[in-house]
Each structure stands twice: as C-alpha cells, then as structure tokens.
C-alpha cells in the first residue's frame, strides 16, 4: 500500500475535531469535508450560495496544497441540511465544478458548528 501523506494549509478553514483536511495515498485526495468558514476559523455569513462558494474556497486551497487543482477532483459529496437550499447551492456549485464530476448530494439533520452545508470531494493526483 502506498504512504498516507497528510495534507495541511492554513489558507483553508481549520479542522474542528480529530481528522486532516485532507490524505493523500497513491494517485487520490480524500479531501475532508468542508464547512463554510474562512481561514481564520470564522463562520461565513450570508446567503446559501455564500456559504456554498467558502466551501469551494476552502477545497481550492486544499487541493493546491496538494499539488493540484480543482479540474482533477473525479467525486463531491454535498451535505445540505435542508434540501429547500438545492437550487441556491447548485447554482454556486455548478460554477466552482464545471468539469461536473460525479456527485451524490444528502440532506441530513444538522452539521458540525450548525452550518447548513458541507461539501467533501475526492481528487485524482495521478
């Protein structure tokens, strides 16, 4: 098995429990989920699309850390914690990933810090 490489930048919001922002193993990025928040650690303020665009920032940053960028990323999860947001977010979304990469998008109770999405992806490196 190839070595797990722990992928870190304080240009993305920080981490809020025990995980890495990011691993890499072999030729893919697991990039953890990202919350709306800035990098210095402030929850973003404003509409869904705001909210959803400091996700995007905050994978940006991540994958250029690792050396990449975001027309690698091959697989995103959206996480909304109301599905009324699905338009508003999309629209943001769709602009940040328009290579459309395969997606799976779930509505779930509530998210880490009380934010309304949360978006996670997995990058190819190769």
């Known amino acids: 098995m190839s070595e797990l490489k ?19 193993v072999g030729p893919q990025l697991y990039v953890s989920g990202q919350i709306p928040g800035d990098k210095d650690g402030n929850l973003v303020e404003g509409s869904i699309a705001d909210k959803t665009k400091a996700c995007c920032a905050n994978i940006a940053a991540i ?11 091959v697989k995103v999860v959206v996480f909304l914690d109301d599905m009324a947001n699905f338009a508003e977010m999309n629209g943001e979304y769709e602009k940040f990933f328009a290579h459309k990469p395969a997606r799976s998008c779930v509505a ?19």
């Not at 722990?6 to 890499?24: C, D, H, L, N, R």
């Not at 779930?108 to 190769?126: M, S």
């Open 108 to 126: 779930v109770k509530q998210l880490p810090k009380g934010v309304p999405v949360e978006i996670e992806c997995i990058a190819y490196l190769g």
């Open 6 to 24: 722990k992928i870190s930048t304080q240009e993305a919001f920080p981490t809020v429990g025990p995980y890495s922002q990011a691993i890499a």
């Open 63 to 73: 994958l250029k850390e690792a050396g990449t960028d975001v027309s690698r990323v």
